[in-house]
């Protein structure tokens, strides 16, 4: 489904998010005191505006009465973000997302009673030392206690196999949740790229190809054994 998002703060994180929401077809209204900042992503979302978001003032120009979502992404100023997401939380009652950057920010989020709060260098610190730890990791994703889902190139052992002959529950407790299928692509000017679909829920006669990218689910120890002895 579709939603109305604001974006405040449109930085580097801000910035990129927005734009990948406008991507997946979501109506964007990106916001920034800095006018080079707004310029720049004038042609790649829907809306694009310079206001000082820490003034109350400035929140009387948001759409806020037809927004679903409002995503605080400021990333340099944390007194601005915190007013800004006290003004907002006055003015919205839909969903808020702050963006946190430091542990003392994250604890006044919290007292503000702000339930989603982002930490993405923390959550690409976790995601940049998967990669350095367990060989082949191209995403990962922490859930609660010392389970992850993680992205990984598939094994070399494994290419050929059956889903049934590698019977990964029983010998690594972990589970493949599913695969993405790469195939090489062209674009009219010839350049190849690769293109990426998901293959839907595994059976056991599902029989694994090289270019396969294996979901994962597990700990971070049974997931590495597993790739340990299939490279």
């Known amino acids: 489904m579709k939603k109305k998002i604001i974006v405040i703060g449109l930085g580097n994180f801000g910035g990129n998010l927005a734009i990948k929401l406008t991507e997946d077809g979501h109506e964007v209204f990106g916001v920034d005191k800095s006018p080079s900042k707004v310029d720049n ?5 829907n809306h694009a505006i310079g206001l000082d978001t820490s003034e109350e003032s400035s929140i009387n120009h948001l759409p806020l009465d037809d ?7 400021i990333g340099e100023n944390v007194g601005a973000s915190i007013t800004t997401t006290a003004l907002i939380k006055k003015h919205f009652t839909g969903r808020i997302l702050a963006r946190s950057l430091t542990p003392v920010h994250k ?3 919290e007292a503000m009673q702000i339930e989603e709060i982002i930490e993405p260098e923390a959550e690409y610190a976790h995601e940049l ?15 609660h206690g010392d389970y992850e889902i993680v992205e990984v190139k598939i094994p070399r052992k494994i290419v050929g196999m ?5 019977d990964i529950k029983k010998k690594f407790n972990a589970h493949i ?3 993405i299928k790469q195939s090489e692509k062209k674009n009219f000017l010839g350049s190849a790229s690769m293109e990426q679909k998901v293959h839907g829920i595994l059976h056991s006669i599902y029989q694994f190809e090289a270019n396969d990218l294996l979901i994962v689910f597990g ?5 590495d054994k597993f790739i340990e002895e299939n490279i």
């Open 107 to 109: 604890t006044v989020l």
């Open 219 to 223: 700990t971070k120890v049974n997931i």
């Open 67 to 73: 927004t679903d979502i409002v995503v605080i992404a």
């Open 41 to 45: 992503l004038q042609r790649k979302i």
């Open 162 to 166: 059956t889903l049934g002959d590698l």
């Open 177 to 179: 949740v599913t695969v």
């Open 129 to 143: 030392s998967n990669r350095l730890m367990v060989k082949g990791t191209v995403k990962s994703m922490e859930l």
